[in-house]
């Protein structure tokens, strides 16, 4: 088996990897370290979140860069500052034994005259997010004239996050580099453009197929209506007694209202999203890495960047409309090699969603049966007795209170204890499943042709059939709805549907098919929620533009 001496790692930094436990290296690693030591070949990493890629390209860049030299040399991009500060903690764990290799962060949310004066100290290295390094380019607090190295390390999250502007004008201010290093969890097209542009014939080098889960985490779903979806996820966190995840959900609204809800019933949660301050985020945070919470509930957008190790579980309380953010999702939890869980809540129209997200993961989803309020009851008993038994009574001067104990319960049996311990523990779980509904859905789901069939006759038509209350188990009382917004105001599919949706606050299972051009775009909805969706939108404004919702079929 490969080692990291083996790869041609300097001895100093081999020693600092002994330090840590790694012995051996990662896919990731094995690949792209060779090729990154020679300093002057551009390269593509394409592989997922937590398969070691920091050490991938900073080991590298460590045995590179020349000690003496007391200017910057390497730059590395990250889309946010909590994933900053990670790779800055991990690059100081393997410089350990380089004396004088001196690494800076800079981000936004902070004093930026700290970091200025961090800079003007000497640094070889410098690990930035895109708004503050040019922020410090433009006030001439930086120079990047000598840098010889840049790592644009999850280029997709910043693509994604609208950052291509930003990269575009740093590579323009780093003119001397000797080479650029890629790396992404997936491949979209706005990846592979940067990558064109900017590279000069680049090694690409995947581990795994683009696009797909990580063979560590278990992917399973979970059937049930819409009204129910909130529900769902209760009892899933109450069956899984010692669950450590992220709840990823569409909007900040769902997050706030979902972490509101929980919190009263008082679960440890908190949320995460753009409305907080970075200070109010650093709090959150803290206090999840701590495990002071227990779940963490965010939006993708907030999640981006975030980089915790041994999450459980990650539950996606709506799917995403993007193979790729799945990917993004599910990466959280079965990082460098432990085992996951990936757990998706979908409506029964979102059935034929979810298998094409599988295919495109190419892992296998499970379906599981949304457990009974005894089975939670069950499985709770039995997770408070273990805790019970597991108990650490050697510290503590317990046995000064154990005559005082035997003889106050010289009267009660052993058993009667256990059943008082019990019913203080599990009281309210007990009144609250007493009489638990079930809340599967037995969803009949056609086979692959049928629904081959029906895609291609939904293309022709523009329009779903009569037959898609029988196929989504939704009421097929469906009506389409003309707007006069596409994607030349800036919009692609999945930030339209949030866009619409924000101001309608309407759910997304009222929705159906979506179809966007230039300058228009049509929308299915339940006819049920047409007039709430017309009288949000309609007559409203966007960037200037009077936006114009109605009944696509009374259009003359």
């Known amino acids: 088996m490969m080692t990291f001496e083996g790869l041609g790692i ?11 436990g790694f012995v051996n290296p990662t896919p990731i690693q094995e690949k ?18 937590g398969t070691g890629k920091t050490a991938a390209f900073g080991l590298p860049l460590l045995q590179l860069i020349n000690i003496s030299d007391k200017f910057p040399q390497a730059l590395i991009v990250c889309p946010t500052r909590e994933l900053c500060m990670q790779i800055v903690k991990e690059v100081e ?3 350990k034994h380089l004396k004088g290799m001196n690494v800076v962060a800079v981000y936004g949310g902070t004093s930026i005259t700290m970091q200025i004066r961090d800079l003007r100290r000497g640094v070889q290295i410098i690990v930035a997010t895109p708004g503050r390094l040019i922020d410090l380019i433009e006030r001439k607090a930086i120079d990047l004239e000598q840098i010889k190295y840049v790592v644009l390390d999850e280029a997709d999250e910043m693509l994604n996050m609208g950052f291509r502007d930003d990269i575009e004008f740093i590579l323009k201010n780093t003119p001397k580099r000797e080479s650029t290093w890629l790396f992404s969890a997936t491949m979209p097209p706005e990846v592979r453009q940067v990558s064109k542009r900017y590279m000069q014939n680049p090694i690409e080098v995947t581990v795994g197929k683009v696009n797909t889960g990580n063979a560590s985490i278990d992917h399973q779903y979970y059937v049930t209506s819409a009204q129910h979806r909130y529900e769902t996820l209760k009892r899933i966190i109450d069956f899984t007694p010692g669950i450590y995840g992220i709840i990823f959900t569409r909007t900040k609204l769902d997050a706030q209202e979902i972490t509101e809800r929980l919190t009263r019933e008082g679960y440890d949660i908190d949320a995460l999203h753009g409305d907080l301050t970075q200070a109010q985020r650093d709090k959150v945070m803290g206090q999840f890495r701590e495990r002071t919470l227990q779940l963490l509930i965010a939006t993708d957008v907030a999640a981006r960047g975030i980089d915790v190790k041994d999450i459980s579980h990650v539950i996606n309380y709506e799917l995403p409309d993007d193979v790729e953010v799945y990917t993004h999702r599910s990466g959280r939890t079965g990082r460098a090699g432990s085992q996951g869980i990936c757990m998706s809540i979908v409506h029964s129209r979102e059935i034929f969603k979810l298998k094409q997200i599988e295919r495109m993961v190419a892992q296998p989803f499970h379906k599981l049966d949304i457990p009974a309020g005894k089975d939670v009851c069950r499985k709770q008993f039995f997770y408070f007795m273990d805790k019970l038994l597991q108990t650490d009574v050697s510290h503590g001067d317990y046995e000064t209170y154990v005559p005082m104990l ?3 319960f010289a009267d009660v049996t052993k058993e009667e204890v256990l059943k008082r311990v019990a019913a203080m523990e599990f009281d309210r779980f007990l ?3 007493e009489n638990a509904e079930d809340l599967n859905v037995r969803a009949t789901v056609r086979d692959s042709r049928d629904r081959a069939t029906f895609s291609r006759d939904d293309r022709e038509q523009g329009r779903r059939r009569d037959t898609r209350g029988t196929e989504f ?3 097929g009382d469906y009506m389409r709805l003309f707007v006069n917004l596409g994607t ?19 759910k997304k299972e009222v929705l159906g098919r979506i179809d966007m051009k230039d300058m228009n775009s049509w929308v299915e909805i339940e006819k049920s929620a047409a007039p709430k969706m017309i009288k949000a939108v309609d007559g409203k404004t966007y960037k200037g533009r009077r936006i114009r919702m109605n009944d696509a079929n009374s259009r003359g």
């Open 10 to 20: 300097d001895a100093r930094l081999i020693q600092a990897t002994d330090e840590l």
């Open 406 to 408: 035997q003889e106050k």
């Open 431 to 433: 009144k609250y499943y």
């Open 473 to 475: 188990g939704g009421s």
């Open 93 to 95: 764990l393997f410089k």
């Open 32 to 49: 792209a370290i060779p090729v990154l030591l020679s300093g002057t070949t551009d390269f593509v990493g394409l592989a997922q979140t």
């Open 488 to 506: 030349k105001d800036g919009f692609y599919k999945a930030s339209f549907l949030q866009f619409i949706l924000d101001m309608s606050e309407l």
